[in-house]
């Protein structure tokens, strides 16, 4: 499978998110992060089993590319520990996002080479993702959208904050 687009986001898993964004902003400059706590999904797939997961997001910019630190916030089964087994105390790297023309045929593309479906979930704003399972390949999965207006909406609200921000104030919560 060939994937010619470039990736639009970094993610992390951390065991705190807000610590890590904080940490990221200093060593980087990266930033301001936009935190999501306990997101709530109304359609979300597990390797192809309905779950409701429990997770905290932070967002920001850092350069062109979206920085994500995710943390979970139960021990369940999921995408985060397929990569990072729970207990295990490790963390890191998680996925790399793309923003595709054909999220369906970019992941059947990848589904026809031996990769599964990790996650497939749907937001209440209307942005669904799909996550692929290429640890064996990559050591991280990797993240599919399409060019929604709610997704690029996201995207340009990361990006516009990061514009004039110095440093102040690196962890916000997200405007109503």
Not at 94 to 100: C, K, N, P, R, T
Request: aromatic share 14%; with cysteine.
């Amino acid at each position: 499978m060939l994937l010619t687009s470039k990736p639009c986001q970094i993610a992390y898993f951390v065991p705190n998110v807000r610590y890590a964004a904080i940490e990221h902003n200093r060593k980087f400059g990266s930033g301001p992060f936009y935190v999501a706590d306990n997101v709530s999904l109304p359609f979300c797939e597990y390797r192809g089993n309905q779950v409701e997961m429990k997770i905290t997001s932070a967002f920001g910019q850092w350069g062109d590319l979206q920085v994500e630190f995710m943390q979970q916030n139960d021990a369940a089964s999921s995408f985060l520990h397929d990569v990072f087994p729970y207990g295990s105390g490790r963390y890191g790297l998680h996925h790399l996002a793309f923003i595709v023309d054909d999220l369906w045929k970019t992941v059947e593309g990848f589904v026809s080479h031996g990769n599964e479906v990790a996650l497939h979930a749907k937001m209440g704003n209307g942005i669904e993702g799909v996550l692929v399972d290429t640890i064996e390949e990559n050591g991280h999965m990797l993240e599919f959208y399409e060019p929604t207006a709610p997704l690029l909406d996201l995207y340009e609200f990361i990006s516009t904050q990061s514009r004039d921000f110095r440093g102040d104030d690196p962890v916000r919560v997200f405007p109503d």
